[in-house]
């Protein structure tokens, strides 16, 4: 597997960094790797990949309604062309997590539509506009969760 | 005399699409941009989980109305990673030549709408009159000018057969000699070199801080091309230059997405020629395995992003997607910022946001003939309605009636 080289060298040393990450970080083929992590360490994983091993740039941030929880998966790249998808989970009874724009700009958009989509706070999320639903929406109603409808939105 | 705030949008003639901009003035010189989305979400994301992978290849095609393709062969991507699918390699050669001809028509479009834009409107009739030589080129391979539907999971739907390769490759010369012809307008032709450049400058600090993507990314001297960094389809097989320049305005930018046009053909070439035999397309299952995967395209104006959730039933758990113009959009202000009022409808064109015009009417070469014939949006619904008669015994001619009387048809 020396095509792997590459990213089994970054699965090493995320591993050396944080041994709690263990089975969770896999390389999944050349050019991806993909990691769960829970929420305490979030962050600091996060901030670790993008300050210390060049993942630069957010592409989008992929939110899930699973059930019992919630789950954003951040999707990183970096100048080499590897994507590390970083996915966290966030409980229902406080869908609360912290924004990421403090460590990496660029990403605002995403954490907007975690708003909107999935009703989860984003703690330290700059005021804005909303994205991307409208104004006039009605509380409560998050598009994206697995037990909404369109006829919800009926009186 | 104070700040004065104009808001552009959603509705204006100078956007193509609704957004809205509230531009902060201090004299001619914008101080602060505020922009807000959303006006065109139509809830993909959640329509795609109530539908099959079938039915969800002709809902992501219309995710866009100019990079169908790009939408289609990254959604089909994800979902054969999962599948464990290994398509053809005629077919990833097919989804090549489409996608770079895909790239040639979206390009020559920008040209021609960033030419109106600043007043030079020869320039707008020029490109657009060129653009339809790849326009018909793409008509006759896939019978569509627009929404190709050339994918289909595992594959693709249609084969290039020797005529129309050969085809490809005469519309190839003359497109590059018009492409030589802009590109010599866009380094000589001093209006355009001084109106285009400094305006909507931005530093490749600001390019890599922000995530821009595609051609607006590489006018700023990143070098980031999905095709070269995460090859997919048959690009790993091509030769080409990824285009980066250093003028970091608007001109680069023009700059950028001429001499691609270059590189592009360079690949269209190469992909002719080497295409191999085989088949287009193999057999994909129904029910797709538990699994996620993330695929990448350079879409014309940059990266799209799809992530894809399987479930093991014939219905995806989740479809994630991200445009490009997402990505551009969050450097439109710190574009704007400093530059005047004047320049904001070039400035907001020069990221080539993407919107769609499909309505047209059709111009049919009637073989038999030889005459040409017009078919016109009443022929075309005339046709439909006898269509669901015959093969669904549905008879919606007094609904039409009914509708014609309104007048809403």
Redesign the interface.
């Known amino acids: 597997m020396t095509e792997l080289s590459r990213e089994n060298n970054i699965k090493d040393q995320l591993l050396v960094k944080f041994k709690f990450l263990g089975d969770k970080i896999v390389v999944?083929?050349d050019?991806?790797i993909?990691a769960d992590v829970d929420l305490l360490n979030f962050r600091e994983v996060f901030s670790y990949l993008v300050n210390d091993m060049g993942f630069?740039?957010?592409?989008?941030i992929?939110?899930?309604d699973e059930g019992e929880n919630f789950a954003a998966?951040y999707?990183l790249t970096d100048?080499?062309?590897i994507?590390f998808?970083l996915k966290t989970y966030i409980p229902k009874t406080n869908p609360v997590i912290k924004t990421v724009s403090d460590i990496i700009?660029?990403?605002?958009?995403?954490e907007r539509e975690l708003v909107d989509?999935f009703g989860i706070k984003v703690e330290g999320l700059p005021e804005?506009?909303?994205?991307?639903?409208?104004d006039g929406w009605p509380e409560g109603q998050y598009?994206?969760r697995k037990d909404w409808n369109k006829d919800m939105l009926k009186d | 005399m104070g700040t004065v705030k104009i808001p552009i949008g959603p509705q204006h003639p100078a956007l193509k699409e609704p957004e809205s901009f509230l531009i902060s003035l201090n004299g001619e010189k914008i101080t602060d941009v505020g922009m807000r989305l959303g006006y065109n979400h139509r809830g993909i994301e959640k329509a795609a989980e109530g539908r099959t992978y079938i039915q969800n290849m002709p809902l992501l095609e219309r995710v866009c109305g100019i990079c169908s393709h790009s939408h289609s062969t990254a959604f089909s991507q994800a979902v054969e990673e999962i599948a464990g699918v290994e398509i053809p390699k005629r077919a990833k050669y097919i989804r090549t030549i489409i996608g770079e001809l895909e790239r040639v028509h979206s390009h020559l479009l920008w040209l021609g709408v960033a030419g109106h834009e600043v007043g030079f409107d020869t320039l707008l009739m020029y490109s657009w009159r060129d653009r339809e030589v790849v326009m018909d080129l793409l008509a006759e391979i896939t019978g569509n000018r627009v929404q190709y539907a050339m994918n289909a999971l595992g594959g693709v739907r249609r084969d290039i057969d020797k005529e129309k390769q050969e085809h490809i490759l005469k519309a190839v010369d003359v497109l590059e000699e018009r492409t030589k012809y802009y590109i010599n307008i866009a380094t000589k032709e001093t209006t355009l070199i001084k109106r285009l450049s400094g305006v909507g400058s931005i530093s490749k600090e600001d390019v890599i801080k922000l995530g821009t993507v595609g051609p607006t990314g590489r006018a700023s001297g990143v070098t980031r091309d999905i095709r070269k960094d995460d090859p997919y389809a048959a690009y790993a097989d091509m030769e080409f230059n990824v285009i980066t320049d250093t003028h970091c305005d608007v001109y680069g930018r023009a700059v950028v997405r001429l001499l691609e046009l270059m590189e592009t053909y360079k690949i269209l070439r190469q992909a002719v020629k080497n295409i191999p035999d085989g088949d287009v397309s193999v057999r994909f299952p129904r029910r797709v395995p538990a699994g996620e995967a993330t695929s990448r395209y350079e879409a014309p104006r940059g990266e799209d992003v799809h992530y894809v959730k399987a479930n093991g039933t014939d219905k995806p758990e989740r479809v994630k997607l991200r445009a490009p113009t997402m990505a551009n959009l969050q450097s439109v202000a710190k574009m704007l910022e400093n530059n005047n009022l004047a320049d904001v409808p070039i400035t907001i064109a020069a990221i080539d946001p993407c919107f769609s015009c499909t309505d047209r009417m059709i111009k049919i070469d009637n073989v038999s003939s030889g005459k040409l014939e017009m078919i016109t949006w009443g022929d075309l619904r005339n046709q439909s309605i006898d269509f669901y008669k015959r093969e669904h015994g549905l008879d919606f001619a007094e609904l039409n009636k009914k509708y014609r009387e309104r007048g809403t048809l």
């Open positions: 999944k083929r050019r991806r993909s630069l740039r957010i592409c989008m992929t939110g899930f998966k999707h100048d080499k062309g994507v998808d700009s660029g990403g605002l958009l995403y989509m804005g506009e909303r994205y991307p639903l409208p598009p994206l």
